[in-house]
């Protein structure tokens, strides 16, 4: 059994919440009300690579979040705001997750049944938030070559 050090990445994560409030004015401060870095308790993602098996990671910070733009919806006082996170993720490993596996295959979120993009409930300090990942990007930073690029991956 090989000890490797863990993989870490760098996730930027595109999603967007609904919100309630009285004007698309308000609609950027309720988001950021619901969602910042500082009542976000995020602590593990699991994602998955295109033959369905599944990679643990441990968020170790999240950080910059910035709400971006918002869009009415067709109920009234509904928006939806766009905005963008970043989180810091270590991978779990295990004996059957080589150090380097997931940095050269694509991981995503599973599949929703609720919308046609993934929804990922993100738990907060009063409730969780349930957002819609727009996209993500993945920058891969291995463990035994911290002196290399990292490498990125986009889906």
Known sequence: MA???PICALMELYLSIPVTCQRKSQALAAANAELNERNVRLSFLQLYDPEGAAY???VRKVKDVQWLHVVPSDYSRMFRAFGRMELMLVGLGG????????????LSFPASRLSSKP???????????????E??????????????QPFSAEA
């Open 3 to 5: 000890i490797h050090e």
């Open 56 to 58: 643990g990671f441990q």
């Open 95 to 106: 004996d059957e997750w080589a150090a380097d596996a997931p940095v050269y295959r694509e």
């Open 119 to 133: 929804v990922l409930s993100i738990p907060t300090i009063s409730n969780p938030v349930n957002a819609r990942i």
């Open 135 to 148: 996209r993500h990007l993945i920058k891969w930073m291995p463990g035994e070559s911290k002196n290399s």
